[in-house]
């Protein structure tokens, strides 16, 4: 059988002023099975290189494509039009609504390509929250922003942020708002809909019926009623819809020791193929806990592959070129693997 | 220097109808460097002993401090009074109410026995949240009846639970209550007691200043208030409160990466000495993640050593001696080295 072609992965460049462009060098000069193009400002990513202390030709495209002709250890950047001008002069660091601008405007363009089929997926390096506020954008998130860019015919697709490593996928109903404001958000067809969108990465991962395991919000997954009502409220009929559609979800369960139960590790074989993580910190702790050097973003439900680090813009090390790039690598792993075959949820299994 | 005389523990049963008797029957069969007292049913001991399928004499001791002369692999038991009779025909695996008014007799004779000082550090089995409502406690679990207990003068004494393992020392603003309620009760009052109580635990471990990382309650801490304004309104100020007393508090960390950052493992040397955790699972996800086995729960404020298992009663294979006693084993480890020598944090140091 013939391998397929490598699919074009697009690395938007992130906050001008974080640490994007600098891991983003630095995982340039690492060998990477599929072609990369780095959606961002030419003028920062040259200085990114040398904040870095690297030996790396950067070029700057007038197409996406032409990054499948650029060499190896060459760094491939095509500029979308309207960036703001001078952001390689921005201080490292710092909040700054031109850098916010920027990194709204790659973001757009690389969805563009995606969903013109011009890409085979798309990674993002980290943004900073505040710079888009500061720039004016009603999203919180690259989560929300890539939602609302892939709506079609007034219709937004349903997305839920997959957190992974080696060890779990995780699978968030709430993500970017504040705690109050997430356990307001939890209703039946909000986590029944992220059971269906976990089931359906699981299945196209090549699993069945993925083993889905939808954890608790209250402690001890409420203790039978004793420390909260949500596991009654919302989250036991929502898994009782999703077992009466065939899928394979089991809960609710105690937060404490679902991750635990979950695991995917040597000499410990993990019950379940994803889970479902009510709040964003129950999910992400545990996937962070052995280091956020190894944990992918994957934003699930969109129509086109998107991955990103699991960690943010750093700005307290931004400019000193000492940044990890392994999470980004991951990131562009993944979404390489993704973009061929799936999810790969069935290299968990014993 | 002489070696101290080792502590005299004691171990409830726990619920008579979950996996305590047996860990407790199994803890027996290995070796302790401390004498061991169970405060329980004799009965019930010796159907666990049964159930496990050892080979396991069990004493009835007239008084605690006779276990002193129990030779080792022989259970030293003793009854307090006023137990329920036929504890040991009650069926396994579930909620009874005489089951949990046995458990809290057993908690409060130990406990008397803790303050009189006839006993060096108290170890408790799991109880059942269900069986304690249905035998009219007022307590959600031990850790809110210890505190009642050893409420002197008036004076209830503000205790924390901690949990324990090689990894990990974290400890809890709030602990069995639902979510929501969990929030409603963070106040700055709240929150600085914590870290007062987490500080001078450290002080009795060893460390002049422990290094106290203090986790925020939203995703990114709040994200400078973007995600919610418990950071702002209440955690800051106590952090700020703290730093003015001398403690080595830091803070507002974001939650899903303050306990990688605080991990003590081979290779990665920990931040911190201490994580504060605003909530159970914030607090519980990260020191479970890598096994329930290993983790211990440390109740810091009462006028004596607790400890525990970190895990439950787990109904569903009580009976069956399949249980596995290796976090009672810890608890007991630790209660031992807490009533010696303190909290043994200079062990995490590098």
Chains 1, 2 share one sequence.
Not at 60 to 84: G, I, S, T, Y
Not at 122 to 151: D, F, N, R, W
Not at 314 to 328: K, M, N
Not at 331 to 340: E, K, T
Request: with cysteine; aromatic share 2%; net charge negative.
């Amino acid at each position: 059988m013939m391998e397929p072609k490598p699919p074009l992965l697009a690395i938007t460049m992130g906050d001008a002023c974080g640490i994007g462009p600098e891991i983003i060098s630095q995982a340039c000069m690492l060998p990477t099975a599929s072609p990369c193009v780095v959606v961002g400002d030419v003028a920062t990513m040259r200085r990114a290189v040398v904040q870095c202390g690297l030996t790396l030709p950067v070029a700057q495209l007038d197409a996406p494509e032409d990054a499948r002709a650029v060499p190896p250890q060459c760094m491939a950047v095509w500029e979308p039009d309207r960036l703001p001008a001078g952001l390689a002069r921005l201080p490292a660091g710092q909040v700054h609504a031109d850098a916010g601008r920027a990194a709204i405007r790659c973001i757009e363009a690389a969805a563009a390509l995606a969903l013109a089929g011009r890409i085979g997926a798309l990674v993002t390096a980290p943004i900073h929250k505040q710079a888009l506020a500061a720039a004016g954008s009603p999203y919180p998130g690259h989560t929300e922003m890539l939602q609302a860019l892939a709506a079609s015919g007034g219709s937004v697709p349903e997305v839920r942020m997959m957190l992974a490593n080696d060890e779990l996928r995780v699978v968030l109903v709430t993500i970017h708002v504040g705690l109050r404001q997430a356990i307001d958000l939890l209703s039946v067809d909000r986590i029944l809909q992220t059971i269906r969108i976990a089931h359906r990465a699981g299945q196209r991962g090549g699993l069945a019926t993925p083993r889905i395991a939808v954890a608790g919000l209250n402690p001890h997954a409420g203790e039978g009623g004793l420390f909260g009502n949500e596991e009654a409220s919302v989250i036991e009929p929502a898994i009782r819809a999703a077992q009466a559609e065939g899928i394979l979800a089991s809960g609710p369960h105690a937060p404490d020791t679902v991750f635990m139960r979950a695991r995917h590790a040597a000499g410990h074989v993990g019950e379940f193929d994803l889970v479902i993580a009510m709040t964003h910190d129950h999910g992400l702790i545990p996937v962070k806990y052995l280091g956020v050097d190894r944990g992918v973003n994957v934003t699930l439900g969109l129509p086109f592959v998107r991955t990103s680090p699991d960690h943010g813009t750093a700005f307290d090390i931004a400019g000193t070129g000492r940044a990890d790039p392994s999470s980004l690598s991951a990131a562009i792993s993944m979404a390489r693997d993704l973009a061929l075959r799936g999810l790969g949820l069935d290299a968990l299994r014993p």
